[in-house]
């Protein structure tokens, strides 16, 4: 008898156990602060041990982050080879966005709006930023049969990650509006003709 439906069991509990204790760490994040959430309050509102929550969570810090990485990177590498950087990128984006939630995306938002606001989550989230931005020009010098170290898929990269960015501080200002998927998107099809005014 096989064992890779218990292991889809067991997997999917994991992952069960996993968004669950987020999930309270963010609401008592934005009920009590950051600062003022222990990790033993946010194990008790999950019923689990402390623990437990460090067996998923390396740190507290890492109850804030969401590792969309994975699934951009996966999306990205399998955009149509004919595709520029940016329209792959833009492509990969628009598969990432269309596979989460409206819930996913608000939470996501949330997530953001923490990191902006709260220095130390900031400082850990650069790590995740710099790390995202290796993985796309690796990915983009792979796409276009060049080195990763290539001055042209560096310059490329640091475009579309600088409009990402630019959108990024509008949509997780408090009580913004921006819708923001779609605004990179036409931000990266701005980029993508030339910038023109």
């Known amino acids: 008898m096989s064992d890779r439906p218990a292991q ?53 810090e890492d109850l804030v982050f969401n590792d969309q990485l994975p699934p951009f990177a996966e999306a990205l590498s399998a955009a149509p080879a004919d595709l520029s950087p940016i329209s792959a990128v833009r492509v990969a984006l628009r598969e990432v966005t269309a596979a ?7 939470e996501g938002v ?28 690796e990915i983009l010098a792979r796409r276009a049969g060049r080195d990763a170290s290539d001055p042209e898929i560096r310059n490329i990269t640091g475009a579309i990650a600088g409009v990402i960015f630019a959108v990024w501080f509008d949509w997780v200002k408090e009580d913004s509006k921006v819708d923001g998927p779609a605004e990179i998107d036409k931000a990266l099809a701005h980029l993508e003709e030339g910038l023109r005014l």
């Open 8 to 60: 889809g069991l067991r997997e999917r509990k994991k992952a069960k156990t996993r968004a669950l204790i987020q999930k309270e760490a963010l609401r008592l994040f934005r009920e009590q602060g950051y600062s003022a959430t222990t990790v033993e309050q946010i194990a008790e509102a999950a019923e689990v041990a402390p623990s437990t929550v460090f067996r998923y969570f390396a740190s507290k």
């Open 100 to 106: 989460r939630t409206d819930e996913e995306i608000a």
């Open 110 to 137: 949330e997530r953001e709006k923490l990191m902006f606001s709260v220095p130390e989550l900031w400082a850990a989230s650069l790590t995740n930023v710099s790390g995202a931005l290796r993985s796309m020009q």
